[in-house]
């Protein structure tokens, strides 16, 4: 945070912090519009997400929430955006987990930090990744995918959606825990990275499920396993990679809800409540299951805990990738 947006803070934290004013304000919270920014353009996936959230909460409270889309560097810009904002209560960020627990790594000279610019709200949503692997590949499970790649090292290739990107770093996570050599394959996009899976280019892929289900059904691939800690509701009966290969493995996609630090206690319970219950609607959950996510709606403490735990695995993986974003 440069100087001056620190000054600022501070400022508007000394006219704001008198016993009684933070009284009066939490009790009146929320008495204007407030702002949910995006870091990603209008479709994506925090967008979306972002206004299915903003709607429910002018319902539950008649303030308009207005989202507000900065996207710019993997989402840096949308988060700089909100670690700058007063922290009132009236300007929160609705990103994916990657943007807190991944960028920090991938840039060296971020202007914002995870745990001291952000205080924690809750987790929305939570995907998992599907590993798919193309029919020829000889491995019905994870024990029997490793011991191919074991066997024969250098030689199975898994895409992603870019270099540093989650789909990226969950095949390095897999490789350094599993001691095998598979070769990475960065595409522009998750569509044309499908694209050669499917034409057997490309034997193995760590796939948001949405995309890859249809062909796993009609045997174009073959789903493995899931990448989360415990199974993904819609599908049952597909294994974890941990359960079935490779124990401790779990790579899981999240959105989370912060908001600048200094932001009252008060005000992020009241914001975590409406969350929540907005989160639990049954409408709210059918839409999310469409787009391959799970509710989750935590607590601000589960969350808090999370962004730890997940900032802390991807640390290795980042350096031993290479990837960097300057």
């Known amino acids: 945070m440069n100087p001056a947006t620190q000054l600022r803070r501070i400022v508007c934290l000394l006219v704001a912090s ?3 004013a933070l009284h009066a304000a939490e009790l009146a919270y929320p008495a204007k519009p407030i702002r949910m920014v995006s870091p990603y353009a209008a479709g994506g996936g925090s967008d979306t997400l972002a206004r299915i959230l903003a709607q429910k909460l002018y319902e539950a409270w008649g303030q308009p929430v207005i989202v507000e889309n900065r996207p710019g560097g993997g989402g840096v810009l949308g988060a700089e955006t909100v670690a700058r904002a007063t922290p009132d209560g009236y300007t929160m960020l609705v990103t994916p987990s990657a943007v807190l627990t991944i960028n920090p790594h991938l840039y060296p000279s971020l202007r914002y930090d995870t745990f001291r610019d952000f205080v924690p709200i809750t987790i929305a949503t939570n995907s998992p990744y599907f590993l798919v692997v193309h029919p020829k590949v000889p491995a019905a499970n994870v024990k029997e995918l490793i011991a191919y790649a074991k066997a024969n090292p250098g030689k199975l290739n898994y895409s992603s959606s870019g270099s540093g990107s989650s789909t990226h770093l969950a095949g390095v996570l897999f490789n350094q825990m599993a001691g095998v050599d598979t070769v990475h394959i960065p595409y522009k ?3 044309p990275a499908i694209v050669d ?3 057997g280019n490309i034997q193995m892929r760590f796939s948001s499920v949405v995309p890859v289900l249809p062909h796993v059904r009609s045997g174009r691939l073959r789903g493995i396993a ?3 800690k415990r199974r993904y509701g819609p599908l049952p009966d597909v294994p974890t990679i941990a359960e079935s290969g490779l124990p401790g493995y779990a790579v899981e996609s999240f959105y989370a809800v912060v908001a ?8 992020i319970e009241k914001l975590n409540a409406a969350l929540v219950r907005s989160l639990k609607s049954p409408e709210v959950a059918t839409h999310m299951a469409a787009d391959g996510a799970e509710v989750i709606a935590s607590s601000a403490a589960e969350l808090a805990k999370t962004l730890r735990e997940d900032y802390e695995r991807w640390a290795k993986p980042v350096k031993d990738s290479g990837a960097r974003v300057d």
């Open 18 to 20: 008198t016993p009684a």
């Open 189 to 191: 996009g998750a569509a």
């Open 197 to 199: 899976l499917l034409a």
């Open 226 to 228: 899931i990448s989360s």
């Open 260 to 267: 600048p630090t200094g932001t009252s206690r008060a005000i």
